[in-house]
């Protein structure tokens, strides 16, 4: 009876505890980013590559960018040999913005300002890697076969924003008045979230890809 | 599982399980408010909001666009064109519009100041523009700008709305970091209470079967014959009392097992005791009666031979005597003791028998109202006094004899002490003094202290030795307050 009673306590405590523990569920989107198509190719001495992305602006990103909230695209391209060091790689960022007033759709970057007329075209420009100078062809070695890797991370809030989001949220009132000195809330918050929430991201690998087939032979 | 670890899981789950349904409790209310605070229909109003702000923007400005083109068809590049415009300008465009001509080489000729905009004033985040402006071609390279501002209060309105739709975008966003975040410190303190619980009923289980376990030890301790264990008496509650009982019951135990011990041996030496004065008493009738015949019969005739036979008759005659003296005692001995057991004031009776040391240092401290307890007060008088006389001769040698008699109680034993000042027992001979045929004077049988402890065996009590403060030997008689009666049957039968 003893033994009865501690293993009904034992299992009460530990399904409080599971039920404690367990997450909320995180919604899942029906349509995923993918990367539709690739094309590595040498012209001009140079290693050019065309990635045709798909569904890499998806409706929650789309969301907080109508209300006038900034996002972020980062791109990360690389070109592997037999090494596992990239023979070629390219790595930038592109801002996502809507001026709520003018309701333009900016695009900025490195050496990138573009001025478009609805997300859709957002969505379009984005999707569309053309004519990316990945690497010199000299450094090609026409006995490797070589992988292209093509990573995209869309995080919907970018960090300037997700700092006024975080201000809302440890804040009273808009800002004015300090809620807890001691902020748990925010801190158990950017231990485990890290602001990362809601983004997109694709990763793709290509079959392996000889020189020649890129056109270009030493 | 022991005792312990239930007592705690017990304790811990009866912590856990409110602080625990408060947690659960307060996740609910963290996700219900965020439902209410970031509901899709805020979200759609907020959105409307902004849209009819952009909208309102964007009329006002197709309002002036048209309105500076209206003012265009009315220039002409004479004066009259001129002046024709001002008055056009009074009566189309609002005193705060600012109306400016801009020839090709950025020469500037303001047609109405209108209001001066505050370029410097901090704009909020996604506030719609503080001025709105129309450009319209004239001919002959000019233009003619206006520029109208927007009323700071439609400003704010729309740049709040804007911003308030960005906010529960964005927490809505992240609703289930937000969710977390929230909830998670509860779910911390949770789990710290959780740990100071278990801590806490560690501890407080710990005080309690701490002293069960070491009882438990002293009891294993008893039955493994280790009669002096004493348990340490940590706690004043009832845990402390049990540990008190236990100790006193060990102790008495302790007490009625060697006192058993005792009277199984003094059985032994009676019985040897009167089995010797038995063979012994026998034979002396037959010598002495053999040796006075050998006397009588002696015709004479050898005066010598005749005084030899008269004093070797004589040393035999007188050894008989004394052998029957032994015989004698060791019958005494032999004999089961019959008390006679009166209500006695022990400490009255300890004071009568130091007022009657005459050649020592008496020194008597006796505890105030001692109770009678019910002893035999001759033997009693006898053991002390045989005491006493032990003492007296143990100190013979001594500068100056002391003897010091003490009589304490405690709520079962009445506790007399009897000390002196001599050499004392070494402590190897202090269990075995007691029994009989062990002397330590010349001529001495060894009965002494035998009777002495039979005595005090009959009473239900004990007597031991140790050395005193002094250095000499201290007899420690501890006798019950209440003698069972079954005690003394027993005794009287052994």
Known sequence: ?218 | MSIRWRLALLILFVTVIPVATGVLVTRQLVGEILDVGLSPQLDSALDAGVRQAREAYRADRRELQAQAEELAHMWTMDEDGRAILVQAIETVLKPEDQVIIIADDGTREVLQIGAVLDNDAVRAPDAPPRSIAAKVDLEDGLALEVTRPVPDSWRDDAALTAETLQVVRGLRMQRSELERMYWLPFLGLFLLSLVVGLVLALRLVKGITGPVNRLVDGTEDVAAGRWNVQVPVERQDELGQLTVGFNTMVRTLNLQSRRLVDLEKMAGWREMARALAHEVKNPLTPIQLTVEEIRARYPGGDEKYEALLKECTRIVIEEVESLRSVVARFREFSQPVALEPVPTDIAQLVRDVAAMQRDMKVEVETADNLEPIPADPDRLRQILMNLAVNAREATTLCQESRLGLTVKGDDDWVVVTVEDNGPGIAPNERERIFEPYRSGKAGGLGLGLALVKGIILAHGGTITVDAGRWGGARFTIRLPRTTPAEIREQDHAG
Request: contains cysteine; charged residues 25%.
């Open chain 1, 1 to 218: 009876m003893v033994l009865l009673t501690m293993r009904w306590l034992w299992c009460s405590t530990l399904v409080i505890l599971m039920a404690s523990l367990a997450g909320p569920a995180v919604a899942d989107d029906a349509v995923r980013a993918e990367v539709v198509d690739t094309e590595v190719r040498v012209a001009a001495d140079w290693v050019h590559v065309d990635i045709q992305l798909r569904n890499l602006i998806d409706m929650r990103t789309a969301s907080t960018i109508d209300s006038g909230l900034s996002g972020v695209c980062v791109y990360e391209v690389s070109l592997f040999g037999n090494s596992e060091e990239p023979v070629g790689r390219r790595v930038w960022t592109l801002s996502l913005e809507h001026d709520l007033w003018e309701d333009r759709y900016y695009v900025r970057g490195d050496q990138v300002d573009h001025d478009l007329p609805s997300l859709a075209a957002m969505d379009s420009l984005c999707s569309q890697v053309d004519n990316l100078r990945l690497l010199p062809a000299s450094r090609l070695d026409p006995e490797v076969e070589y992988r292209l890797t093509v990573s995209v991370e869309v995080l919907p809030l970018a960090s300037v924003d997700q700092d006024r989001l975080s201000q809302y949220v440890s804040r009273r009132g808009g800002g004015t008045r300090e809620e807890l000195d001691l902020d748990l809330g925010s801190i158990f918050g950017r231990l485990l979230g890290g602001g990362r929430a809601g983004r997109t991201s694709v990763s793709y690998t290509s079959p392996p890809i000889r020189p020649r087939s890129m056109g270009w032979s030493p």
